[in-house]
Nanobody, 117 residues
């Protein structure tokens, strides 16, 4: 099972940008779906973005148009570019790897993103 390590979280102000990176312990070239989920305090975990092996990306409704997910199969990394951040984007962000959209097999430990007003 692949191990996932997130980095890039931190404290930013509303309107600013932040880039999250996820590095896998082994090749992700054969992993069907790589993704980012997030969980805010007191809320359920929700999709931020996910991307297939072929590069097709999907996003949660609350981040569409602001976040961009990408994957580099050669470097075993997945990146989440977050622009125009809002206070409500504050959450722990988790990198995931799965065999399909609905089957997540591996989770990272998470990285905290805090957006201040």
């Amino acid at each position: 099972q692949v191990q996932l390590l997130e980095s890039g979280g931190g404290l930013v102000q509303a309107g600013e940008s932040l880039t999250l990176s996820c590095t896998a312990s082994s090749s992700i070239a054969s992993i069907s779906v790589m993704g980012w989920y997030r969980q805010a305090p007191g809320k359920e975990r929700e999709l931020a973005g996910r991307i297939t092996r072929s590069g097709h990306a999907e996003y949660g409704n609350s981040v569409k148009g602001r976040f961009t997910i990408s994957r580099d199969n050669a470097k075993n990394t997945v990146t989440l570019q977050m622009n125009s951040l809002k206070v409500e984007d504050t959450a722990v962000y988790y990198c995931t790897a799965g065999r399909s959209y609905f089957e997540v097999d591996s989770w990272g430990q998470g990285t905290q993103v805090t957006v201040s007003s």
